[in-house]
Structures are given as C-alpha cells and as structure tokens.
C-alpha cells in the first residue's frame, strides 16, 4: 500500500504500558513520536526526555490541542478511557486507547460514535490481534486442518505485589483480573470461534462464570465458559493473584492446536505454532520474522486512518467484547464504582453539554406545548427499555448533549425501573429543571380518576422531583364521564404536580368532550395527546386499546385544537428499515403495518431518500415532524447509535408537495 502517512502520536498517560508503547514507536514504519502528556508537567518532562520525545504537556487537554498531534495512544486507567477518548475524538485526533476500551459496552458505544461523528479512527489496543501469528492461526482453523472446532481453552494471569493502592487491586481504577487481562482469552475465543464458524468474530450465546472478589472489591481470579453457535465450547481463565498458564489451545474433530504466550510475544523470538493431527505426528510452525506486536498495531492504525477502523479489530468487535465482559462480570457479581448510580459520571466527559457536542450533528429542533414555560425537544427520549442505570445514563447523556431535553416514562415500565433510573439520571446530572418529563400513569385495568393521584405520588418518588412537565392517562375508560378525568387532573396542576396534561391512546370524540367539559367548568383542558402517527398506517393495533392520529379527522382536531401531539410508533416500528413483501419473520410488523399502501408509501419514501441522499427512515420521520399542527415524536432507541439515526430525522425538510407525495403519492411541483 501507497503514500501511507506517518502519523504523529501523542501519548496520553506516562505509566508502564506507556514506556511500552514508546519503545515500539522505534520499530514502527509509520509512526513517530511528537509528545506525551502527564497530569504533572514534571512527570511528562522526565518520560519525553528517557523516550527523546519533543513536547511534554502537563496536562491531557494541552496534548489533545496541541496541532502537531495526529493521533493519540490513551494509556490511563480504564475509567479514564471514555472521557479522553471521546475528547479525543472531538479535537479531531485518531485513537489508540489501551484495553479495554471503557468500562462497560454502553460506555463503548459513546465512543465509538463520537469516532463515527467527527471521522477518526477508534482501535482498541489489542496488540496481539495484529501479530502474525494471530493471522496465521486464524488461517489454520478455517483451513479446516483440526476439523470442525470444538473446544478452545485459554487463560492469561498473573500474581502481582496484591498492595491495595495499586491500580489491579483499585475497583475505583477498574481493578482486577476480567477487565485487566482477562479480555485476552475472551477476544480470542471470539476469534477463533468466528473463524470456525465463518463469520470473522463470533459472539456468545451464553456465558457463565464464577470468581472470587478480594477485600478490595475486585476480581483475583475468575473463570468462565462461553458457548457459540454449532457447540463450540470456550474455556476462559483470569486472575491478578495467582499465575496461569498463559496460553491457549484449540481442539477440533481431527486434532489441536496449541500457542504457548499468545499475548506477549517477545519482539526478539520467533512466533511458534504447535500443530497436532490426528494420526501424524506433531509439527511446530515458526511464523515469520521476530517482530514486535505494538509496532505492527502503530502501522496498521496509519494504514487504516482514513477507512477509520482496522480490520484487525473493528468497533463492532469492540462492542462485542465488552457485552461479553459485561455478562461475566455480571456473572460474578462485579460492579465497578463508577457504575453505580451514585458515583458515576456522564459517559461523554466529566459535564454534560446543554448544546450538542459537534457541528456535524444535527440541531435539535425545539417546539411548545401550552401550560409549559420551557421549551420541549421535537423528539422525545422513550425511557422503557433501560433496566440498568449504566444503559440509561449511557443513552441519555448521549441525547441530552444533542440538545434533546423531554423523556417519556410510564408508571408501569419494567415495574418503575425505568422512572426509578431517570429520577436517578436527572438528580446526578443535575438537569431536572432543563428536562421536560413525560408521565404516565392509570393504565387499563387502573383507569379510574382516584387513581390518578395515587400512582402520581408514587411516580414522582421515582422520579426525585415534585412534578411531572406533561402528564397523560395512559389509557382512556369510556365507562368513566369524560368531567370525572378531567378533574382530577385539573386538580393536580392546581396543586403544582402537573403543568400539562392529556391522554394516550383516548378517541378524538374523548378529548373534544373532555375539552367541552373543561371550558364549561373552568378547568384546564387537554394540550397533549399520545396517540399513533407515522407515514405507515397502522393496520391493526399494535396493543389493545390503542388509538392513531393517522385520519384526516384526528388531525385536522389537533390542528384547530392547537393540541400537541406525542405520537408513538412514530417511525412504524422499523417498518421503513425491515419492510418488505417477502420478510415475514417479524409477526407484529407484518401484522400492524404490512398492507399495499404502506408498501407504496415505503417505495415513495426511498425515491426521496435517495434525491435527498438520506434514508427512507429519516423521510418517514421527516413526516411526522412536517405536520400542520405540533408534533413531538416519541423514538425508542436501544443504542446511542439508534439515536444517532434518529436525529438525522431533523436535518430533512420536506415540502407541502413532498409531503403530499408521501402520503398520497401525487406528483411532486416543488422540491425540498
């Protein structure tokens, strides 16, 4: 490969596996050495001086401002990673970050899409990934020459000094021998699982494990089993307390394979394979020329800087990595500091932006909703599917520094865990008062006025405030006059626990009745309403009791009524993705949004997708968004990365003709 720039690294961080790094930038082809950065400017004089490196910085921000920098090796500890990383990222520099590469997968995927945003490569330093004799192995599994896999069984530990102020026995550090060194074997079963299975790197699909947690909190030792697909069985062993083998072994229908050191490849010897097979007798395969692991890492990120990732180890390997780490961690019942509610940190830094974080996001759109005096974010953050703290608070930094401030929970979502987790979320970060809350409550078979105050009480415990920005009854019960509902939420925004209120899922006959009812008795009324509404028809109802806002009745009310609406499903649950005649493997999508004018819809909004060079998802959204009356999507991401998608949503504008031609399908005068 041709005109491969050499890179210009920084060091951030001046510890052992710093010196390490150093020593290798000798050996590198497209690399060199331009400064290294300490948090005491002391400490960073006398590194740059052993390792004859031009500027010492006292400080990480000044490394990562500095212009003579192209890309930076990050080797602090491990809670450290996301925050510089993703600064890094921001100031426009390539990263290196030393494994693992955060602390957990949410935090991860922060990472990596703040690479994806701002065009740098993001490799997680697993130098032995880009050795040769790695490759080699991986050649030998899939050549089939030990048969079909069965088992692999790796290990990497060590005994250290066992000081309780070291950083491997510091659970406030990341301590411990999982996260330590414990994602060697684990990265390599998934490897080598991949490789047999023919799908580059394999994920489990269980994992069980068990360890011992020492005095300081951390793991000293651990093992786990990890089962693939087609029986493939990994044994995978760790620890920070006592030695181990260190090595590893792969055992097929027709033979083994064995590496004795596979992870600290000595750059002065040669890498060795022994490879037995069935009935023949054993052979050991050198493996090229000596060379040093964390050189051939410094040359493949610049040989790979503009595609961003290095095949060797790709971020979704990364993400990968760290679920699998997760799950063993879980398994012990190991949980870092820095993960708990009350001591963790925002996933993108030490504070929270108000604005979104890079100019090549989308700005966030903002809209009113009467009987509020902030601002209200046109997409609404859905808050039902973040069990563990860590997810939420991983997924909702991400959307508050795009400048989105209204969340959407329920009473009834995962038993509270989820207002459980917000309420948490918004007192740590200290954003409660810049956050519209959506709360829900009385849902069938509660849907009874005196409800009403009962679960509200119980939801803003929850939550950790005094009040709920937008309240909606999250089913309506025709049973019940329309005026006994009313009242009792009128009573709610008399008392300061309520600013607005409305209804999800209520009929366009119920509202303008409860409306009717409001004016004539000199309550406060409906201004927000959380009905379905997406481009797609809904077909059938996703759930019982569920209403849309699809008809040209329902929204031409809403239009006249001057009510906000909060649609649900507003993207059709992955219909203008996954759409299609012939994929029927998902039954709720065939069932709710599957018809001949859905599928013309879908065709209309991947022409104008493909003219405005986005995807059809982001049209569909567009749509709702462009509506003549006040819309605030509710969207339901699981990743930061789903978020991502959605948001992209904001930066399509769409005609009157256009979207006419969505709909309808009627020819397009005007383009936007």
């Excluded at 009128?490 to 004016?519: M, P, T």
């Excluded at 309403?529 to 109802?541: F, I």
């Excluded at 509710?634 to 399509?652: D, F, H, K």
Aim: aromatic share 8%; glycine share 10%; charged share 20%.
């Amino acid at each position: 490969m041709t005109d491969i720039q050499t890179l210009r690294w920084g060091i951030l961080g001046a510890g052992n596996i710093a010196k390490k790094f150093a020593r290798a930038m000798a050996k590198a082809k497209h690399g060199r050495l331009a400064a290294v950065a300490s948090r005491g400017a002391d400490k960073a004089k006398a590194f740059a001086a052993e390792f004859t490196i031009p500027t010492a910085h006292g400080s990480y921000e000044a490394l990562l401002a500095d212009p003579l920098v192209d890309a930076v090796y990050i080797a602090t500890p491990h809670p450290l990673h996301p925050r510089w990383a993703v600064a890094a990222c921001e100031a426009g520099k390539h990263v290196l970050c030393e494994k693992p590469i955060a602390l957990n997968a949410w935090q991860a995927e922060a990472m990596v899409q703040a690479a994806k945003e701002h065009g740098v490569l993001l490799m997680e330093a697993y130098m032995y990934r880009c050795h040769p004799q790695t490759a080699r192995m991986v050649e030998l599994i899939r050549s089939g020459i030990i048969g079909e896999v069965r088992v692999i069984r790796t290990s990497f530990g060590f005994r250290c000094g066992g000081e309780p102020t070291s950083r491997l026995m510091d659970a406030a550090l990341g301590g411990g021998g999982i996260l330590d060194v414990g994602g060697y074997p684990v990265s390599f079963a998934r490897l080598i699982a991949g490789a047999a299975l023919g799908c580059g790197v394999a994920e489990p699909v269980s994992v069980s494990g068990a360890g011992h947690l020492g005095a300081t909190g951390i793991d000293e030792h651990a093992s786990a089993v990890l089962r693939f697909a087609n029986g493939i069985v990994a044994e995978v062993a760790t620890g920070v307390r006592l030695n181990r083998e260190n090595d590893a072994t792969i055992v097929g229908t027709e033979g083994s394979i064995h590496l004795d050191h596979p992870w600290t490849h000595h750059p002065k010897a040669t890498a060795r394979i022994e490879i037995r097979v069935n009935g023949k007798e054993p052979r050991v395969e050198p493996v090229g020329d000596a060379v040093d692991a964390y050189a051939c890492e410094i040359d493949l990120v610049a040989v790979h800087a503009a595609q961003g990732q290095v095949p060797q180890m790709t971020w979704d390997d990364s993400l990968g990595q760290m679920r699998t780490l997760d799950r063993w961690r879980e398994a012990i019942g190991l949980t870092y500091p820095a993960e708990r509610p009350e001591l963790s940190e925002p996933a993108r830094g030490g504070t929270l932006r108000v604005l979104p974080i890079s100019a090549c996001r989308p700005a966030m759109l903002y809209g009113r909703v009467a009987g509020l005096d902030k601002p209200v974010s046109r997409l609404v953050f859905g808050c039902d599917n973040q069990r563990e703290f860590r997810h939420g608070a991983a997924v909702w930094d991400d959307f508050f520094e795009r400048g989105g401030n209204a969340f959407d929970t329920a009473y009834g979502y995962g038993g509270g865990a989820m207002e459980q987790n917000l309420g948490l979320w918004m007192e740590r970060r200290g954003v409660r008062e810049q956050c519209v809350v959506l709360a829900k409550g009385v849902h069938t078979p509660e849907c009874f006025p005196d409800r009403i105050a009962t679960q509200l009480t119980v939801s803003l415990e929850r939550l950790r405030t005094s009040y709920a920005d937008i309240y909606l009854m999250h089913r309506d019960n025709p049973d019940v006059p329309v005026g006994e509902f009313v009242d009792a939420l009128d009573a709610e925004v008399r008392a300061g626990r309520v600013r607005a209120f409305g209804g999800s899922n209520w009929s366009r006959e119920r509202v303008l009745a409860a409306n009717a009812y409001a004016k004539a008795k000199d309550r406060r009324g409906f201004t927000a309403l959380s009905n379905q509404l997406s481009l797609a028809r809904m077909v059938e109802p996703v759930w019982k009791g569920c209403f849309s806002a699809f008809d040209a009745a329902s929204r031409q009310t809403l239009a006249d009524a001057g009510i906000a609406l909060l649609p649900w499903s507003s993207q059709a649950r992955g219909f203008f993705l996954r759409g299609d005649p012939a994929f029927t493997g998902d039954a709720e999508l065939v069932r709710c949004w599957y018809g001949e004018d859905n599928f013309a819809r879908l065709a209309r909004a991947k022409q104008l997708a493909a003219a405005k060079g986005v995807l059809p998802i982001h049209i569909a959204l567009a749509w709702v968004l462009h509506q003549p009356f006040a819309t605030f999507p509710l969207i339901g991401p699981r990743t930061i990365a789903e978020t991502a998608s959605s948001c992209a949503g904001l930066a399509v504008t769409l005609t009157a003709a256009e979207s006419t031609f969505l709909e309808h399908g009627a020819t397009m005068t005007q383009r936007g």
